[in-house]
């Protein structure tokens, strides 16, 4: 079966450090995708993961472990506006782009 | 500049009425596809496009329907077969190649009464 796990709500401070974990099951891997989405808008890209290791963009970075089936997206240096919901995709095989999603993990930033 | 638009934003609609989403780009992407989302839960693919004319069921595709006439445009009806029709669609298209990520539209909030 096809199982991707996201922790539901995280909460922390602003100019703080956070993780936010995936683990995934599914038939097939080929890659992994973090989006963020504010409340009744869409989904925007933030990284994509293909190989084991982390991907450095500006405050957020996220790392892969193929063999663990895991995931983390690192936010620095939050900001009151890094309030949103965070999406882990995993991108099967068999020829094509369809994407299975997490539920999401809720991020809230406090002063 | 380029995109993907849906229209209307909000749609409102009594139960038992079909109804009809918009969904164009102007990405020259070959791939669009419909999600579902409710609270809760996660995006959930309802249909997908790869080529224009031919189109494939996601996980949750009963009492929905596509076409796929134009590579542009990517309509989405909900039925009356559709038993809980409110949520919120989102369009989204990608090149259709491996490394690609699928860019999304705003969003319509259906609601049905």
């Known amino acids: 079966g096809q199982n991707i796990d996201q922790p539901t709500e995280m909460t922390a401070t602003e100019g703080a450090i956070v993780q936010i974990n995936c683990t995934y099951q599914t038939s097939g891997f080929n890659g992994l995708f973090w989006y963020q989405q504010h409340a009744g808008e869409a989904p925007t890209f933030l990284s994509y993961n293909v190989l084991d290791g982390l991907e450095e963009k500006g405050r957020f970075s996220s790392f892969l472990s193929r063999s663990k089936g895991y995931s983390y997206l690192l936010l620095k240096e939050l900001q009151m506006k890094d309030s949103a919901s965070y999406l882990c995709a995993v991108k099967g095989v068999g020829g094509t782009d369809k994407l299975i999603f997490g539920t999401g993990t809720r991020l809230q930033v406090f002063p | ?113």
């Open chain 2, 1 to 113: 500049d380029g995109g993907i638009t849906q229209s209307p934003k909000y749609l409102f609609r009594k139960e038992g009425q079909n109804v009809t989403l918009s969904c164009e780009q102007n990405l020259n992407h070959d791939a669009m596809y419909w999600y579902r989302q409710d609270p809760g839960q996660g995006l959930r693919l309802i249909y997908y496009s790869q080529i224009v004319n031919d189109f494939q069921k996601g996980d949750i595709a009963e009492g929905y329907s596509v076409s796929r006439e134009k590579k542009e445009s990517f309509p989405l009806t909900v039925t009356s077969a559709q038993k809980n029709p409110t949520a919120f669609y989102l369009c989204a298209s990608s090149r259709g190649q491996e490394y690609y990520e699928q860019y999304f539209g705003p969003g319509t909030r259906l609601t049905v009464t």
